[in-house]
């Protein structure tokens, strides 16, 4: 039974910082990429980042670069992340997500139930 479950979010003003949690249970941690997508009123989910399976390896999609920062806690099977200097159109429901393999090439096989994030102007 693999869960995979987000917290974190809330409302912060901008040029905030927030930091979102992702634990995914059942499965074997070091085994599958994660990444974070966002998805906007009236918009489509949108990749954020990813984390290689050993977590020596991330990718950002170009908005959040030098922001945002996704890392892997191995032992607490874990991926947080780290939001800085957010900004209004950060403003989604955030999602974790497991991926089959590698951040690049895999695709997404859970996903986690959302997470709102909130940033004030």
């Known amino acids: 039974q693999v869960q995979v479950v987000e917290s974190g979010g809330g409302l912060v003003q901008a040029g905030g910082s927030l930091r979102l949690s992702c634990t995914a249970s059942g499965l074997t941690f070091d085994d599958y990429a994660m990444g974070w997508f966002r998805q906007a009123p009236g918009k489509e989910r949108e990749w954020i980042a990813c984390?290689?399976?050993?977590?020596?390896?991330?990718d950002y999609e170009d908005f959040v670069k030098g922001r945002f920062t996704i890392s892997k806690d191995k032992a607490k099977k874990t991926v947080t992340l780290q939001m800085n200097s957010l900004k209004a159109e950060d403003t989604a429901m955030y999602y974790c997500?497991?991926?089959?393999?590698?951040?690049?090439?895999?695709?997404?096989?859970?996903w986690g139930q959302g997470t709102q994030v909130t940033v004030s102007a």
């Open positions: 997500a497991v991926y089959g393999g590698s951040c690049l090439v895999s695709k997404v096989i859970y």
């Open positions: 984390v290689s399976q050993g977590g020596g390896f991330t």
